[in-house]
């Protein structure tokens, strides 16, 4: 009896783990040091779905991990400027910026959140919030005068911001010569 059950065993074993094993969970086998230089790799080469594959890895096997503030920072702007997916890429700058407030990409991070809501998803209340936060979390950035900027004008036609901001700089310009 023990050698037929045996037998039937033997013979549906196989057969269970080759239904069983495409099912189960995929893990690397890449180091994160591998996984990051074939994303990179993938990313430059404008392979952007299987970039974004590995950028995932890295942050599923490797939650603590050395590059997972590059990895957050990075799918930030692939999911923003190659899959125009910009509440994801608020996501992960926002994922970013929080866990990573020292880092020297963090301001830009949070300068972009704000920068989309404004810019891409015209969400003036967020771009504000995001926008003070900046100047509240890095008053003496760089960007602290674009961010100041952006809240002056939420919500306004960028183009015709724009020009408006040439045709002041122009007036100055010529004023300046005819008072010298």
Known sequence: MLDAQWNTMRTALPLLLGFAVPFLP??????EDELLEKAQTEH????YQEALKYYEIILDEYPSGMYKS???FLLGSLYSNEFKDQRAAVQYYREFAGSYPDDK???LALFLIGFIYNNELQEFESAKTAYLSFLSQYPD????????????H????AARVLQSARSEKGSKDASSRVNE
């Open 26 to 31: 995929s893990c690397s086998v890449l180091s």
């Open 44 to 47: 430059k080469a404008g392979n």
């Open 70 to 72: 590059s990895t957050l």
């Open 105 to 107: 990409d963090a301001p």
């Open 141 to 152: 950035h760089e960007m602290a005068a674009s961010a100041q900027f952006e809240l002056e």
């Open 154 to 157: 939420l919500g306004e036609d």
